[in-house]
């Protein structure tokens, strides 16, 4: 029963993530990306390039585009690319064309430079979103993993050809402006996508080498109530023996822990490195009871 509440709570939060993140980005697409001509890859770059020779609905190109790529990585890669893509390929068009029918959503600002840095938050936030719950956003992504498949080639490789084929199409329509905001967006999209697929799980390492490892061992594990490793380590200038004491802890218990090792030895040497993402018992698994004993 636990276990699928658990998994029913997993869904949920999946299919918040991946609704909120198809909704900012068709907003954005509609409120900046469009009406003030900024270049920007993927399908939706392809259909800007489209609508300015064809008098076709942009969100009509996207649909059609992200159609065709599903059912393509459906038959080349297989069933989990199809289901894990195929929410995104149908919710962002819709929403674009919802979001483009609002009145004044294309007269949000006359600024390019605002639009484009909204645009590249934005974009980076609601890309994060969607991939932070494993799903993917579908379009020119199955396009590069069925190429990275078809030829088994890196998969990031294709990411850059097809992101500079689009953009350079885009960039051979455009004036110097939208080209330089283009980038603008580009960058910050890299930037806030790498923070939020990381928010939240990013935690700190803290590495203490000591002749008093035993009690700072048992000071972390009491005080800090985190989970520690000990490992067996030789000094490179004395050649002595000794052991190091490793904990993973939020940032909030920093200050906590440099207490603890000063207290015990002021002259300990401390590292203190920043992890992107921890896994297993106690992070992404439920904690059991820690009772302390002594190192043998």
Known sequence: MKKSKKEALSNLKTALFVLLGNALLAFLVAAFIIPHNIIMGGT?????????YLPIDTALVVFILNSILLILGLIIIGKKLFFTSVASTFLYPLMLSLFQRIPGIDSLTD???????????????????????????????????????LTHKSVAIYVYITDIIVVGAQAVISDSESIMMGIVVLV?????????MIFGKAQLQVYVVSAQYEEIRKQFLSQLKAGVTMSYIKTGALG?????????????????????????????????????EVRGRGFTSERLPLNYQPEQ
């Open 111 to 149: 600024n390019t430079l605002l639009a484009s840095l909204f645009a590249g938050v934005l974009m980076g936030l609601s890309l994060g979103l969607v991939m932070r719950v494993g799903s993917s956003t579908g379009g020119m992504d199955i396009a590069n993993l069925i190429l990275s498949k």
């Open 240 to 276: 002595k023996e000794e052991k190091a004491v490793m904990c993973i802890i939020p940032s909030r218990k920093l200050f906590a822990a440099n207490e603890i090792v000063q207290s015990i030895d002021p002259e300990a040497f401390v590292t203190v490195t920043k992890i992107k």
């Open 188 to 196: 910050l999209e890299s930037l806030v996508l790498e923070q939020t």
């Open 44 to 52: 939706t770059g392809i259909a800007l390039v489209a609508g300015k």
